[in-house]
């Protein structure tokens, strides 16, 4: 992690990437949210007064547009795949479950991931990666896929064995799951040209080997059916990302592995692994 001259802290986006933060002063538009509280109205009163610098907007880029997709929140789907639920040893009747990401936690393709700091078993999972539009409470699962602007691939970066042991002792999964750098999303296309993929080959290769080699028809409960049952438990908003399940062969990610991932019909991510970063850096 550095820090930018702003004072925020960036992971490696390329500039282009970078969104601009809003310059002081200048007249907030009105939020679009149907679901604004009162603390985010008061949150959004005070742009352009904050005591620190704003902290750069997350984005994921778009295929073939100079244009990016602000991120708000990064939900992540549990055991969507039964072979990956048998790996994992779990039980396959369970409903799938919802865990989040921070948003920052996005990282480009092409951008090396620093190994993170705690684990010795870091893991890789590829999952397509839905990003909406739109939002609401209790979507029908009929109108689920209005939402939807994108899709894209993504890893839902885990350090398992801290995932693991929060899970027996009955701790929140954060550590394992929420750290920095922990959802490299590749470009998004827009649903507007490749329709809402509901089968295609989901791979992933370490080093040039393969690993993964699932099919989205796999997925046990489908994009429709999650924006569904997320939207029972929290408001969702344009900006949402859900990264939606992973198929069996998880493993374990080295420094200087190269991840390179394909959704059929939806795009490609690659990622290399780099070192921990271990520096002071004072504010
Ligand atoms: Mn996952």
């Known amino acids: 992690m550095r820090i930018d001259r702003a004072g925020a802290s960036v992971y490696r986006l390329p500039a282009f990437l970078r969104a601009r933060p809003?310059?002081?002063?200048?007249?907030?538009?009105?939020?679009?949210?149907?679901?604004?509280?009162?603390?985010?109205?008061?949150?959004?009163?005070?742009?352009?007064?904050?005591?620190?610098?704003?902290?750069?907007?997350p984005v994921i880029a778009v295929a073939g547009s100079a244009k990016t997709f602000p991120v708000r929140r990064i939900w992540c789907v549990g055991r969507n795949y039964l072979e990956h639920i048998r790996?994992?040893?779990?039980?396959?009747?369970?409903?799938?479950?919802?865990?989040?990401?921070?948003?920052?936690?996005?990282?480009?393709?092409?951008?090396?991931?620093?190994?993170?700091?705690?684990?010795?078993d870091f893991h890789f999972e590829v999952e397509l990666v839905v990003a909406l539009k739109s939002g609401g409470r209790n979507i029908p699962t009929s109108r689920a896929l209005d939402c939807v602007w994108g899709y894209a691939v993504g890893i839902d970066?885990?350090?398992?064995?801290?995932?693991?042991?929060?899970?027996?002792?009955?701790?929140?999964?954060?550590?394992?799951?929420?750290?920095?750098?922990?959802?490299?999303i590749g470009p998004l296309k827009p649903a507007s040209e490749i329709g809402h993929p509901n089968m295609g080959r989901i791979v992933l290769k370490q080093n040039g080997v393969v690993k993964q080699d699932g099919d989205?028809?796999?997925?046990?409960?489908?994009?429709?059916?999650?924006?569904?049952?997320?939207?029972?438990?929290?408001?969702?908003?344009?900006?949402?990302?859900?990264m939606t399940g992973t198929p069996a062969g998880v493993g374990q990610i080295a420094v200087g592995d190269r991840l390179e991932c394909e959704v059929e019909g939806v795009g490609r991510l690659a990622v290399t692994i780099g070192p921990m970063e271990k520096e002071y850096q004072p504010a």
Do not use: C
């Open 22 to 57: 809003r310059s002081a002063g200048r007249a907030r538009t009105a939020h679009p949210s149907r679901f604004l509280n009162k603390a985010t109205q008061i949150m959004s009163a005070e742009d352009g007064r904050y005591v620190i610098p704003q902290p750069p907007q």
């Open 87 to 120: 790996e994992m040893g779990q039980d396959e009747r369970e409903p799938p479950f919802f865990f989040a990401k921070p948003a920052d936690a996005v990282v480009p393709d092409g951008a090396q991931v620093p190994y993170p700091p705690l684990t010795k």
């Open 157 to 184: 970066l885990t350090r398992r064995d801290l995932q693991i042991a929060s899970r027996n002792i009955k701790r929140p999964w954060e550590i394992g799951k929420a750290f920095d750098a922990s959802a490299p």
């Open 216 to 242: 989205l028809s796999q997925m046990i409960w489908n994009v429709p059916e999650i924006i569904n049952q997320l939207s029972q438990q929290v408001g969702l908003e344009a900006g949402d990302v859900i």
